[in-house]
């Protein structure tokens, strides 16, 4: 959707969200 | 009649149940054309459309079931190695957990109509604890109606299917290689797609802990959380200074945002 939007630039972040919380990286509250 | 033809109709139902069951299972054989040729054989008394329904139905609930029965055990972690191996891009797990909220199991009842979604419809709802009966039910539903959509087309066109069949018959095992080309062209064509979609994201997906280096170092991009609202329902947390997006809400968060401006996505 954003790349339709004409955003060049998006990078998808490898392995997501669990990735994160597998690698044990501070995380907020939504 | 040649022995192609012959072996079709010989092996016809194991064929057709196999057929349904590979693509079911994931394997990239569409079982549609099959179906509709089985549906124009029956019409020519070839074939038993009765046992053709009875073999697609049991072969699709089989592999279903299996995927609805590993959703149950590993959870969400089997969707996301279903991304990997798709070859449809378009099916991302988002969208496929947002309908299934939306519609819960009756998205079963079209979940074949659909692609990309078929195939993850069944472990998004073993992942989401559904009854295994309801699950049965519904997908065994949705599966007569795709299944006897093929077979009356194939019905209702088999003059014109008839031709073809001839045609196919007249060129012999040409017509194996012919169709053997046409898929080996279609998993082609769905791997450029693929392979497109990643040069367009430039293929440099972000390690997470590269991110996490550039939030510690203040230099990180704009962070977009894209998970499904049911997924954030699960796990309400999220990657620091990450801006949560909607799709009706996209166009007024990112208005104002030159083109040129590096996001980083994240789903589950």
């Given at each position: 959707m954003l790349i339709d939007r004409g955003f060049t630039l998006v990078r998808p972040l490898k392995g997501g969200f669990e990735a994160w919380i597998e690698a044990g990286y501070p995380v907020e509250n939504l | 009649m040649t022995q192609l033809i012959h072996s079709v109709i010989r092996y016809g139902v194991p064929l057709v149940f196999l057929n349904v069951f590979l693509?079911?299972?994931?394997?990239p054989v569409p079982a549609l054309p099959t179906l509709i040729v089985a549906g124009a054989l029956s019409a020519d008394g070839r074939m038993s459309s009765t046992h053709v329904l009875v073999?697609?139905?049991?072969?699709?609930?089989?592999?279903d079931?299996?995927?609805?029965?590993?959703?149950?055990?590993?959870?969400?972690?089997?969707l996301r190695t279903l991304c990997r191996i798709s070859l449809s891009p378009d099916s991302c797990v988002r969208e496929t957990e947002a309908r299934f909220e939306r519609w819960g199991l009756k998205s079963l009842l079209i979940a074949k109509f659909i692609?990309?979604?078929s195939l993850v419809a069944p472990p998004l709802a073993g992942a989401a604890r559904q009854s295994t009966i309801a699950f049965l039910i519904y997908d065994g539903i949705g599966a007569l109606l795709w299944v006897a959509s093929g077979v009356?087309?194939?019905r209702a066109f088999h003059h014109a299917i008839a031709d073809v069949l001839n045609a196919l018959e007249n060129l012999g095992w040409w017509a194996v290689a012919i169709i053997a080309s046409a898929i080996a062209l279609l998993i082609a064509l769905k791997w450029m797609q693929?392979?497109?979609l990643y040069r367009r994201l430039r293929m440099a997906r972000v390690s997470v802990h590269d991110l996490k280096r550039m939030l510690d170092e203040g230099s990180a991009p704009m962070i977009v959380d894209a998970r499904s609202s049911a997924a954030r329902k699960r796990d309400a947390r999220r990657i620091p200074t990450a801006v949560v997006v909607e799709g009706d809400t996209l166009q007024e968060r990112f208005a104002a945002l030159p083109p040129n401006r590096e996001i980083i996505v994240y789903c589950t």
């Open positions: - | 693509e079911q299972i994931g394997a073999a697609s139905i049991v072969a699709s609930l089989i592999a079931w299996i995927w609805f029965l590993l959703g149950r055990r590993h959870g969400y972690r089997v692609p990309g979604f009356v087309v194939g693929r392979r497109s």
